[in-house]
């Protein structure tokens, strides 16, 4: 924990005055995405204070600039808050810092959050939203290669993990394959990462979406795939449950998957799902490891048992 003496510093640099620290109170999204983080009170409103690793700046910044052109766009996201310099992170004593206003939401509850529909629509209309509002963004940065870095996780897991990779080779195979087959779909700007617990929830409406440390322009299906593959890992019921149906319902009316994107869902749902294998493999956590081996084994036969058969 800081002392206040530095508190008051790095307040000062947004022109707040330090009232108090919460270090009591749970923060939504990753920790891992700063160096400290913690609820503070400063002239009169509550705020989000992080510290940020001076190796992830640049990143920070462009983050913040883009959540800050989404927020004008009436998107409901939580936007970095500007210093007195007109700077999205401030330094003070050779740290880095961000301020962010803190929204304080109801959390789903665990492992139910695939039977609300409303939240299924909500965040179809989230990405509805997003597209639009994210048509400016990230026009000259190139496109994220999910069969790359599918491949990457592959030749990783074969070398390191031998037994894992041989246990899932087939579904490599079948990933790299059904990836071939659709290299020219439509690229759009992403949030990334925008499966239910990256939401800050209201009684029924998303407050705002958070941890935006992946956005940028990607595959149209990107978000909507790592949704289905998110929520549908809550239960063995959720792929067919009331939030991906109404999910998939409100895409569908609001023109985002139509009948040339559909098909290739499920392929993209697939090779998603191997992000989490890789995280689960790099802090070697057995349990969640044979779950993601099972999961992905469900999704395959789900989607493409015929197909996965004739290997």
Not at 162 to 181: K, N
Not at 205 to 221: H, N
Request: hydrophobic share 45%.
């Amino acid at each position: 924990m800081h002392p206040p003496e530095l508190l008051r510093d790095i307040l000062s640099r947004w022109g707040l005055v330090f009232e108090g620290i919460h270090p009591e109170i749970p923060i939504q999204g990753s920790p891992e995405r700063c160096l400290y983080r913690v609820v503070v009170d400063a002239s009169g409103s509550r705020h989000f204070l992080e510290e940020l690793d001076s190796r992830c700046l640049p990143r920070k910044k462009l983050i913040a600039q883009r959540i800050a052109h989404l927020a004008a766009k009436r998107l409901p996201v939580a936007a970095p808050l500007a210093g007195l310099d007109g700077n999205f992170t401030q330094c003070v004593g050779e740290r880095n810092w961000q301020l962010t206003p803190f929204l304080e939401g109801i959390a789903p509850d665990p492992g139910n959050s695939w039977r609300d529909a409303w939240r299924g629509e909500a965040l179809a209309l989230f990405l509805r939203d997003l597209r639009q509002g994210g048509q400016d963004l990230a026009a000259n940065e190139e496109a994220f290669d999910l069969r790359g870095y599918v491949m990457k996780i592959a030749h990783d897991a074969k070398r390191l993990h031998p037994a894992v990779f041989a246990r899932l080779a087939p579904i490599f195979s079948l990933i790299e394959r059904r990836l071939a087959a659709c290299l020219d779909l439509p690229v759009a700007f992403c949030h990334g990462d925008p499966h239910p617990l990256n939401m800050i929830w209201g009684t029924n409406r998303i407050l705002a979406a958070i941890d935006w440390e992946f956005c940028g322009p990607k595959c149209v299906l990107h978000d909507m795939a790592l949704i289905v593959g998110c929520v549908g890992s809550e239960d063995e019921d959720a792929l067919s449950g009331p939030f991906i149906t109404a999910f998939l319902g409100t895409l569908r009316t609001c023109g985002l998957l139509d009948n040339t994107l559909e098909p290739h869902l499920p392929t993209w749902t697939l090779a998603l799902r191997t992000a989490w294998l890789a995280e689960w493999l790099r802090r070697n956590d057995t349990e969640m490891i044979e779950f993601e081996f099972f999961y992905l084994r469900t999704l395959t036969r789900r989607f493409f048992g015929e197909e996965l058969s004739m290997q």
